[in-house]
């Protein structure tokens, strides 16, 4: 079993920045892929950014250019820098991971953190 630890979020004005990090307890040898998800008010749940333990990373075309995933592998944590925020990055984001790195690249791994609230209004 793998428990996700999430810090970071709040309330940020547009433009500003915000960091997210998550670290994975447990079970966390079988980590191979970890990422970020937002879900907004009224929509899907929706992939923000993704990296493999080998470094390779995956971004939604909205974020590209303004957020950037990083990774521990020693540590098994993520951090998402988020840069230019935009009112319609407001959603709660979830730490996401897995043993599987396509899955965890593109719609989700076995492993969800509860959420952290990120607010961009002025």
């Known amino acids: 079993q793998v428990q996700l630890v999430e810090s970071g979020g709040g309330l940020v004005q547009p433009g500003g920045s915000l960091r997210l990090s998550c670290a994975a307890l447990?079970?966390?040898?079988?980590?191979?892929?970890m990422g970020w998800y937002r879900q907004a008010p009224g929509k899907q749940r929706e992939l923000v950014a993704a990296i493999s333990m080998g470094g390779t990373t995956n971004y939604a075309d909205s974020v590209k250019g303004r957020f950037t995933i990083s990774r521990d592998n020693a540590k098994k944590t993520v951090t998402l820098q988020m840069n230019s925020l935009k009112p319609e990055d407001t959603a709660v984001y979830y730490c996401?991971?897995?043993?599987?790195?396509?899955?965890?690249?593109?719609?989700?791994?076995?492993?969800w953190g509860q959420g952290t609230q990120v607010t961009v209004s002025a």
């Open positions: 996401n991971t897995g043993t599987q790195v396509w899955s965890v690249m593109t719609r989700g791994g076995d492993y």
């Open positions: 447990g079970s966390i040898f079988s980590i191979n892929a």
